[in-house]
């Protein structure tokens, strides 16, 4: 989600968090069958997931050419990695091992810039870090940076481009960096982090990272030198898995077996002058078709080369819709201006008779 979008949310939204709208539908939408059917050439995975029932599996396309799209795929999740990790970082706020304002210069003296050790977690975590962003260079200048022999999160911590808190700028370096809080914290790397706090909890299984056992099964349509190695994404987007693991991971987070109603809270809590951004994903109001009142909605979005994901909750009625896509170009359009896939599709998941 890009700075532009986030400023054209806060223009075109004035509507706040709806506890106990009423969901009932309004009108005849269409369903789910036909809302896909209607995505021309649509390749990927599609799951409705009302508490721990899947309730719509739609596969199609090829995972890769001449191999037809199975429910078993193992996906790149991109950015939705954020997602999982802003909920580690919770469960350490939750036991009080840190505190939303604890600050880098606290929790990782040596690494700390002179002018990044003011930086909050809360900042990492909703992109107002101010932190520089070598994660938007071409694969070759970033493999030329990390040549210096720096950590990643040395790298993101080396100096700020803007104060910590004064704006939005969406940059991997703030989980990079929470990557590495993490492993302060914990005593391991993050990713055991996420074993322990994210992975078992919500009995996940078909999870991984860089792991040479298992490799992504869908192809990426539009690869290109411009993407770096997905392992240097790190607990920015380095995760892999099925979109099964996803549905298990929803059904916790939803029924609070991974955190507080509190701590869930906080990480739901989007704030309307920076775009609805909450901790480590999205969450607003938005209108959807059929359905009588707005809809509270927690998004994330994931996207590397030609791979797209989205996991998209709504914690109300209890749902969530998991897509993952190699369809090159696919446009999910924006749920708050009431109209394209992804609109459509919580329509249809959400507010149908």
């Given amino acids: 989600m890009t700075r532009s979008f986030a400023a ?12 106990g709208s009423n969901h009932t539908p309004t009108q005849e939408t269409p369903s789910l069958d036909s809302v896909v059917s209607s995505e021309t050439g649509f390749s990927g995975h599609i799951l409705v997931v009302e508490g721990d029932e899947i309730v719509f599996d739609h596969v199609s396309g090829e995972a890769e050419p001449g191999r037809a799209m199975t429910q078993s795929e193992h996906w790149r999740w991109a950015s939705v990695t954020k997602q999982l990790v802003a909920v580690a970082i919770m469960d350490a706020v939750d036991d009080g091992a840190l505190r939303l304002d604890s600050t880098v210069s ?9 002018d990044t050790g003011a930086v909050q977690i809360k900042h990492l975590l909703q ?17 030329l940076q990390m040549s210096f022999g720096l ?30 809080v993490l492993e302060a914290v914990d005593g391991g790397t993050w990713l055991e982090s996420l074993s322990v706090r994210v992975f078992e909890p919500a009995a996940m299984t078909d999870v991984y990272f860089n792991s040479p056992d298992q490799v992504e099964t869908v192809a ?12 240097q994404y790190g607990a920015a987007g380095g995760l892999y898995g099925t979109p099964q693991s ?7 987070l939803l029924d609070g077996r991974l955190l507080s109603d509190e701590a869930r809270a906080a990480l739901w809590d989007g704030n309307p002058k920076l775009g609805f951004v909450a901790l480590g994903q999205w969450s607003f109001s938005a209108p959807l078709a059929g359905c009588s009142e707005t809809v509270a909605i927690v998004e994330r979005r994931g996207e590397i080369g030609g791979i797209q994901a989205r996991n998209i909750l709504l914690p109300e009625v209890d749902l969530s819709v998991i897509v993952f896509t190699n369809s090159p170009g696919l446009d999910f ?14 329509s249809a998941a959400a507010c149908t008779n």
């Fill in 333 to 346: 359009g924006e749920i708050w201006m009431g109209q394209g896939f992804a609109h459509d599709l919580l």
């Fill in 151 to 180: 950590s990643p999160a040395a790298l993101c911590l080396q100096t700020a481009t803007s104060p910590a808190g004064a704006e939005f700028s969406y940059n991997n370096c703030d989980f990079i960096v929470l990557g590495a």
């Fill in 8 to 19: 054209a949310v806060v223009a075109a939204m004035a509507c706040t968090a709806c506890a």
């Fill in 246 to 252: 996803l549905v298990a991971f929803n059904s916790a």
């Fill in 127 to 143: 992109h107002t870090s101010g932190l520089l962003n070598p994660y938007g260079l071409s694969q070759e200048d970033l493999a």
């Fill in 106 to 114: 606290e929790i990782l003296p040596d690494l700390a810039g002179p």
């Fill in 220 to 231: 990426d349509p539009a690869p290109t030198s411009a993407v770096a190695p997905i392992a």
